[in-house]
């Protein structure tokens, strides 16, 4: 989700700025000190997903979010409480009080993921989507996502995992991620992404899959666990 923080206090926003970072399933756009910078960022970019300050200069967050037609999701940041009812009215995902802890901002952020999703969010990564072209060995590889167990990271290049063969290209994880249909591709590491339907079994902290006929175990790290727990929950018996 392309975000856009919007907030008064530069040290607010860096603290944002850190969290959005962290996770994988969020890009900033950029930052904005008040409304009208907000605002023209709105017209120039598609932004996603927005955290918006309530207390600011000139135009506060409430009206500035009342002023716009098609407002992106918003996840309002304040260190104040009582505009959290009138928040909700006007179909805020969350609503973070500050100083904002990470465990609090990811919840925050797992809620704008689903109903991003439920919107039918990323084009590029609609779950009717069946393959993608992939540029390897100076040519376009096209790559059927049912195909692929896992993508491993490393550096600027990723590794994708067939099942008797793989493909290494110059790619980020975090812009691959945006491409490959969120339904049944996860990010479960810093360095893993898994195709859900490929797991076989869960174990602690890892994750086994069949690769080339034998079982590979694959590391789950610890800002990525309760996102995968939930998906594996909810098929639990």
Known sequence: ?????????????????????????LELAGKCLNAFEANEKLKSDDIDLIFLDIQMPEINGIDFLKSLSNPPLVIFTTAFSEHAVEGFELNAVDYLLKPISV??????????????NKKGGNSNASDSDEYMFVKADKKLIRVNFEDIIYIEGLKDYVIIKLANSRIITLQTMKSLEAKLPSKYFRRIHRSYIMNIKKIKAVMGNMVEVIE?????????????????LAIINDKRL
């Open 1 to 25: 989700m392309k975000t856009l923080i919007i907030d008064d206090e530069p040290l607010a926003q860096d603290v944002i700025e850190t969290y959005v970072n962290q996770m994988p399933n």
């Open 212 to 228: 080339k006929g034998e079982a590979k175990h694959i590391p789950i790290g610890k800002n990525y666990r309760d996102d995968l």
């Open 103 to 116: 465990d609090r901002f990811m919840k925050a952020v797992n809620k704008a993921e689903e109903a991003f």
